[in-house]
Structure formats: structure tokens, C-alpha cells
């Protein structure tokens, strides 16, 4: 995983299981977007593998509905 701020290793590890154990936990009617701490994750699981991009809340932009 590539990490833009510095955590250390045990930080990285607590955060990857948390956010690992939230997707395990979801069924496939949910969508793939989780709010875990300051981070919104999205997810896409291809058969037994997981794709995951956390992305910050202060640098999300979300349009405005139309």
C-alpha cells in the first residue's frame, strides 16, 4: 500500500484490518463506499481479491446533485 501522510507500521496495520474487516462484513447489495475514521474507502472485490482506495474527507469534492 502507498501512504501519503507518515503512520507508523502498527498504525498502518491497526488501520488496514479495521478497513479489511468493514468490506468483509458487507454483502454484495451494499454499496462499495465506507466511511471509516477521517477516510472514505472505496472498495470493488473481483472473486477472493479486494481493490481499496482511501481517500481523505477534507479532499473529497462531491458535486452537487442536478
Not at 498504525?11 to 458487507?26: M, N, P
Not at 472498495?43 to 452537487?64: C, K, M, Q, T, W
Request: with cysteine; charged share 30%.
Amino acid at each position: 500500500p502507498q501512504y501519503y501522510e507518515h503512520l507508523s507500521l502498527d498504525e498502518r496495520r491497526a488501520l488496514e484490518g479495521e478497513i479489511v474487516r468493514k468490506c468483509f462484513a458487507r454483502t454484495d447489495q451494499q454499496c462499495s463506499f465506507v466511511e471509516h475514521r477521517n477516510y472514505k474507502v472505496v472498495y470493488r472485490r473481483y472473486a477472493s481479491l479486494f481493490f481499496l482506495v482511501g481517500v481523505d474527507n477534507d479532499e473529497v469534492r462531491i458535486p452537487p446533485a442536478l
